[in-house]
């Protein structure tokens, strides 16, 4: 019989309810009370009581759709006893437990849950006899597969490739390079201990650092971050958003931004490059630039300063007070009055 047969429906209710009294009654106070009762009596009571012997009997496990391969109880109560101890021949893929990616080899549901729960399960292979001059009765290939996966967390996508100690997480990410670490969507740590994280980012060099978005570290220590920027100098450094830094220790930051010569640092935005026929490697003609361009056809700089400390500007040094030392900047008026004055004085 059906779950279904045992609702409760509107035409009961109507056959047995008070509603099918008369609207007096006219009985014995007992033949009227009862008239209260009738509807549990003689409706609710049969189908609950139905139900609950359906539920407990032979069969009661499949009146409720549970139907699981392995378990050997046949009603409800004695089927869920068992599924829930993981007892006799259920398995962890009978209850939709996928431990085919490699990491788990459960024994039954409980252990399986265990293994879940720590996020990895470590095998090591265990040589009980040791070849003649052998230090160790730990068999390498074992022990080598285990310690390269130590830190591989259990639930990684099946197609990405793992160097020693490294991690991967997130959708499409490869982290290739020994103790490589790669994390978001489509990012890749390619190299020794490189790092690359958020989206389309990609580490391709030892201890390079990308984070963000379609940001690329493409040379030793280089480090980008922001949006689209690419650090491919030695220990470069970029930030913002389409900024590039191809000298070693260069730093470009802001928004499009060009810092190709060593130890240079430029910032602000759309900055005309240093024009030095020297290599990155070298120093260029700038140590520091500051952009004031607005598109890539009309870049332009707003300061720079040369190495020997020499400071150009596009607009006006201003000064907040008259200067009272030597050293202090004098506007041309300060200048011209000072002449003025000390030219009256020789006249008087």
């Known amino acids: 019989m059906s779950l279904s047969n045992y609702k409760l429906t ?77 007892q006799g021949a259920l398995t962890a893929e009978d209850i939709g437990i996928d431990t085919t990616f490699g990491q788990m080899d459960p024994t039954d549901v409980d252990d399986a849950l265990h293994q ?112 689209n920027t690419v650090a491919s100098g030695a220990a470069s450094h970029t930030e913002g958003t389409r900024t590039t830094a191809s000298g070693p220790n260069s730093h470009a930051e802001g928004q499009n931004t060009i810092a190709n010569h060593r130890n240079q640092h430029v910032f602000g935005a759309y900055n005309v490059a240093d024009a030095s026929t020297e290599s990155a490697l070298s120093r260029g003609d700038y140590i520091e630039i500051v952009g004031n361009g607005t598109a890539s056809n009309a870049c332009s700089n707003a300061r720079t300063l040369d190495w020997d400390g020499n400071e150009v500007l596009a607009g006006r040094l201003t000064l907040g007070a008259a200067p009272t030392n030597n050293m202090d900047a004098a506007t041309k008026k300060y200048v011209d009055d000072a002449i003025a004055a000390a030219i009256a004085a020789l006249g008087t």
């Open 10 to 86: 509107d035409a009961a209710v109507a056959e047995s309810g008070v509603v099918a009294a008369p609207d007096k009654l006219t009985g014995t106070a007992a033949q009227n009370k009862s008239v209260f009762d009738r509807l549990v009596r003689e409706a609710v009571k049969p189908l609950y009581n139905g139900l609950i012997d359906a539920l407990g009997g032979t069969g009661g496990a499949e009146e409720i759709g549970l139907d699981v391969e392995g378990l050997t109880a046949d009603n409800v109560a004695a089927a869920l006893s068992e599924l829930l101890a993981g």
């Open 116 to 227: 879940i729960d720590e996020g990895f399960q470590l095998k090591l292979t265990f040589d009980t006899t040791p070849t003649a001059g052998s230090a160790n009765p730990v068999t390498s290939g074992g022990v080598r597969t285990a310690l390269d996966r130590l830190y591989v967390k259990a639930g990684q996508k099946s197609d990405t490739t793992l160097g020693a100690y490294a991690t991967a997480e997130g959708e499409d990410t490869t982290a290739s390079g020994t103790r490589a670490h790669a994390e978001g969507h489509n990012t890749n740590a390619t190299a020794d201990s490189a790092h690359a994280e958020g989206m389309g980012t990609t580490a391709s060099v030892g201890a390079a650092h990308a984070e963000g978005y379609f940001t690329a570290a493409r040379d030793m220590f280089a480090h980008a971050e922001g949006q």
